[in-house]
């Protein structure tokens, strides 16, 4: 997978907030203002040693500390891509899984559009998630044991896969999951070539390092709408516009097999594809033990634990 950076002109119409007030305890309010506010990060991207050995090089490393994201051609082998390919297969047509709260369906065409907690649905998908080619580099980027925060596998049909709007993931799960810090890494394994017109990933480069804080109040059991389509938590428009004139924006294209590791942070979104060519993709969400769930800060109740884990155990090879 690459990145094709494109850094759009300055709109020249964009405001500076001013930053939010927060308390000690929780540096990134949300969704509990009646405007948006920028917020830079406080925390480190790498908190690893970037000088002991491990699967990403150190310049990998830097590259992922700059940008907030970092790329690995051929993580998986053709072999690899083709078995995991035929399990999302099974899995999108499975009738036991059809009616399962873990699977969400596009709101116009009812296909399949994520299947969540899918480590312990599959074991194909169980095994990958405990890969050191994927749990060392998380272990590497967190300074830290990891556990599973998130799975799932997103699908997006050739003409009705629906698009995911600019979203900071960890402002959710912060809000909704009471994750406390930018201590997260996600890797979306690819298992379609991902081309520039099928909807394939953007993402702004180095908006890892600023927080967009929402406005809105998170109705009660709000994930039953937004995994199909996120109204609370998106970032306004001028918050956007500004982060796009600061960072760019980076489209990520490439062969099946390739993985892209990136910052809970990171301001990212996709468009539908409405092309013939479908794209798909595993994702994993790897938190640093030393990052457990609280309550959430701005969210009624806590959601299922098939979209937040709370059980906190390390994930691969100790050690």
């Known amino acids: 997978m690459t990145a094709e950076a494109q850094r759009y002109p300055g709109h020249g119409t964009s405001t500076v907030y001013d930053t939010a007030q927060y308390a000690p305890d929780n540096p990134y309010p949300t969704r ?39 790329t690995v ?6 072999d690899e891509v083709a078995e995991l390919a035929g399990e999302l297969d099974r899995m999108a047509a499975d009738p036991t899984l ?11 065409s009812r296909q399949v559009r994520s299947v969540f907690e899918v480590h312990r649905v599959s074991r194909l998908i169980a095994e990958l998630a405990a890969d050191e080619r994927l749990v060392g580099r998380a272990r590497q980027i967190l300074g830290s044991e990891v556990y599973i925060h998130q799975s799932r596998i997103n699908y ?17 799960w ?36 600023t927080f967009v804080s929402c406005v809105g109040e998170t109705p009660e059991e709000h994930y039953r709408e937004s995994l199909r389509q996120q109204e609370f938590g998106t970032p306004d428009t001028e918050s ?23 910052d809970s942070n990171c301001m990212h979104g996709s468009s539908d594809n409405i092309t013939p060519f479908p ?34 155990t390390p994930v691969g090879r100790v050690g």
């Not at 009646?34 to 310049?59: K, N």
């Not at 051609?73 to 053709?78: E, H, K, R, V």
Request: glycine content about 10%; aromatic content about 10%.
């Open 279 to 312: 794209r798909s993709n595993i994702f994993i969400v790897y938190n640093s033990v030393h990052n457990a769930l609280r309550e959430p800060f701005a969210a009624p109740a806590r959601r299922p634990e098939y979209v937040a884990a709370r059980e906190v």
């Open 174 to 209: 912060h809000a909704e999951d009471g994750m406390p810090a930018m201590r997260a890494v996600s890797v979306s394994v690819s298992l379609t070539d991902n081309f520039p017109y099928n909807g394939c990933l953007m993402i702004m480069p180095g908006s890892h390092r």
């Open 32 to 70: 509990v203002a009646d405007r948006p506010a920028l917020i830079e990060r406080r925390e480190p991207t790498v908190w690893g040693d970037t000088r002991r050995p491990g699967p990403h090089t150190a310049e990998q490393l830097a590259l992922h500390d700059r940008d907030g994201f970092s």
């Open 240 to 262: 956007l516009a500004l982060l796009a004139d600061r960072y760019g924006i980076a489209q990520f294209t490439g062969a099946a097999g390739s993985a892209l590791f990136f």
């Open 73 to 78: 051609q051929g993580l998986l082998t053709p």
């Open 156 to 172: 997006k049909p050739g003409f009705a896969g629906g698009g995911f709007y600019w979203h900071s993931d960890f402002e959710t």
């Open 98 to 108: 059809a009616g399962d709260d873990r699977t969400i369906v596009e709101k116009r």
